[in-house]
């Protein structure tokens, strides 16, 4: 599976992006999938996540209430729509791929990195 993130930029705080990422390669669309960013100097934070059958989701408790995972398995593309953005949500989004657990929210837990995207909040 290969992961190609975009949709980064730069937007005022209170503004939004929708991130998204296509995959190609078998099985995506039994694939858990998830989003995760890294700010300069902090360790990779988890974000989001979507099952496998695309019902559940998870969000890290600093996005809840301001993001949304969703996937459209016929185009395989996971998308990240981010809502009311802070400069603290600066950051490279990753999105990652896992082929065997229900849903996932450790990077260990994941087998497929996307490149990353850069989102940018300025205040």
């Known amino acids: 599976v290969q992961l190609q993130a975009s949709g980064g930029g730069l937007v005022q705080a209170g503004g939004s992006l929708r991130l998204s990422c296509v995959a190609s390669g078998r099985t995506f669309d039994s694939n858990a999938m998830g989003w995760f960013r890294q700010a300069p100097g902090k360790e990779r934070e988890f974000v989001a996540a979507?099952?496998?059958?695309?019902?559940?989701?998870i969000y890290g408790d600093s996005v809840k209430g301001r993001f949304t995972i969703s996937g459209d398995g016929a185009k395989n593309i996971v998308y990240l729509q981010m809502n009311s953005l802070k400069p603290e949500d600066t950051a490279v989004y990753y999105c990652?791929?896992?082929?065997?657990?229900?849903?996932?929210?450790?990077?260990?837990?994941?087998?497929?990195w996307g490149q990353g995207t850069q989102v940018t909040v300025s205040s």
């Open positions: 979507i099952s496998r059958n695309r019902f559940t989701t």
């Open positions: 990652a791929s896992e082929r065997t657990l229900p849903i996932a929210t450790r990077r260990d837990e994941y087998d497929y």
